[in-house]
Nanobody, 117 residues
């Protein structure tokens, strides 16, 4: 059974940093690309960053380029999102996503990130 478990969210002041983690199980993690999405209140879920199976290529939404870094550890079956210079508009629930499981689309339960002074 595919499981994706996010952690690392919390309350941080503007300009601060957080590192999110996504622990994966139930599939061969190293074989699949992975993605981070976020959803702010009243808004649609949006793609934040993605990484290839081997970690050699990454892509970011324009809104987070230069501030966020996606990475993965294929030994620990874990994906990360390092978020620096956080802004209030980064406030959202952050989800990890993998193209596996039902409809080749699995989600974690999400972790809340709140950027506020």
């Amino acid at each position: 059974q595919v499981q994706l478990v996010e952690s690392g969210g919390g309350l941080v002041q503007p300009g601060g940093s957080l590192r999110l983690s996504c622990a994966a199980s139930g599939f061969t993690f190293r074989n699949y690309p992975m993605r981070w999405y976020r959803q702010a209140p009243g808004k649609e879920r949006e793609l934040v960053a993605q990484i290839t199976s081997g970690g050699g290529s990454t892509n970011y939404a324009d809104s987070v380029k230069g501030r966020f870094t996606i990475s993965r550890d294929n030994v620990k079956n874990t994906m990360y999102l390092q978020m620096n210079s956080l802004k209030p508009e980064d406030t959202a629930v952050y989800y990890c996503n993998a193209p596996v499981g039902l409809a080749f689309n699995s989600w974690g339960q999400g972790t809340q990130v709140t950027v506020s002074s």
